[in-house]
């Protein structure tokens, strides 16, 4: 817990000297001892729920063309049949409370999962502790920071899991299961928002495909150790192609899965015998060059060069990495930071500060 409070303190210092106004994230508990469609009426009553209401429509209106909202509409109505519980009685109960129809709270699920460009990092230090980071980025950010909070996942008062998301999000892009393992999830740029919209309703009408934030929750909720989140987050059906970046808890721990929609195209795993103690993914396969237009990849590779092994722990990773231009950027929505060895590291700053 001492540490914890030192890296907010030197988080707030960082934001004093530079003018900045990065805020922590609000932190909730979402209680899996009650029935799936109340979990998430405690977290509810912290919002403006018609402002939560009028950000969602705007978002579905800006990005969503009208044709495909019928089709999800229709997904809505037989959510049972497409989606397994207990996401589809969450996103009941989330429907009730926001008063919207459940096709548009399945279509904002299925847009998050598509629309996020993101830097995720995992580090292990000259100690053999594992780091990990990542920025989430948005087009609609402003909307998105408002929105972002923290959650501890409890069963008897215990924390099985924790994670970062939008309120209205019942998936999970960031998250963690204390002393066992890290996950963030990078959208896998396979071309424009809408042609990925249609190819993933068409994965859910025809297939048992999870939403790929889905499997991230069942992986902090039913994984017990890294090995079985990497084989899980490898093999699970999908509906659609994603980076699943995975820290855990010893040395040499830390992999990123490049997904297709049906297994893991390519595993990229840290090795700090042959210099390989970073391995930073943004939106583009590893293998290739990024591309000039955005570039994340480099100037994140530099950052960490210059660190050094011994030079990473929560603070610099924040401050020497995710907070230099272009990986903080004018679309980043928060910046967490975590190391499953020591849970009460896991830290989300909304990033009002990135404009």
């Known amino acids: ?18 003018c900045r106004i990065a805020h922590e994230a609000p932190r909730y508990i979402l209680n899996l ?25 705007f978002v579905i209106k800006q990005e969503v063309p009208a ?24 996103m009941l109960g989330l429907s009730r409370a926001l008063n919207m129809s459940l096709g548009d709270i399945v279509l904002v699920n299925l847009l998050y999962d598509v629309t996020a460009f993101c830097t995720s990092i995992v580090a292990e230090d000259s100690h053999g502790q594992i780091w990990h980071g990542r920025n989430l980025d948005y087009t609609f950010t402003e909307r998105l920071r408002n929105l972002t909070f923290v959650y501890d ?7 099985v899991y924790t994670a970062t998301t939008f309120f209205g999000y019942i998936g999970a892009l960031t998250g963690m299961k ?12 396979q071309g424009k928002i809408w042609e990925n919209l249609m190819e993933l309703i068409n994965a859910l009408l025809t297939g048992q495909a999870s939403f790929v ?4 929750r069942d992986a902090i909720a039913n994984a017990n150790t890294y090995d079985e989140a990497v084989n899980m987050l490898s093999n699970g059906q999908i509906i659609a192609p994603v980076y699943y970046i995975i820290g855990g808890i010893r040395p040499g721990e830390g992999t990123v899965i490049t997904r297709d929609r049906l297994a893991a195209k390519d595993v990229w795993e840290l090795d700090s015998s042959n210099n390989r103690w970073f391995l930073v993914e943004t939106n583009y396969d590893h293998w290739l060059p990024p591309p000039k237009s955005d570039d994340r990849r480099d100037p994140a ?6 660190l050094t092994q011994s030079g990473i722990n929560a603070s610099n990773m924040y401050s020497k990495v995710f907070s230099i231009k272009p990986v903080l950027n004018s679309d980043t ?19 009002y500060d990135a404009e």
């Open 301 to 306: 590779n530099h950052a960490l060069d210059s």
């Open 178 to 189: 204390p002393k066992a393992f890290s996950i963030s999830a990078d959208e896998r740029d």
């Open 1 to 18: 817990m001492f540490l914890m409070k030192t890296f907010l303190l030197l988080l707030t210092t960082i934001t004093l000297c530079t």
């Open 33 to 57: 001892d009650l029935a799936p469609e109340k979990r998430w009426e405690s977290i509810a009553s912290h919002f403006n729920i018609h402002k939560v209401k009028e950000d969602v429509e």
């Open 333 to 351: 929505v928060y910046t967490a930071v975590m190391s499953a060895v020591e849970p009460d590291v896991y830290t989300t700053m909304v990033r």
């Open 153 to 159: 996942a409890q069963q008897n008062g215990t924390t």
């Open 67 to 90: 044709p495909l909202i019928p089709v999800v509409e229709l997904i809505g109505e037989n959510i049972d049949e497409y989606i397994p519980s207990p996401y589809s009685k969450e």
């Open 213 to 216: 934030s889905f499997l991230i």
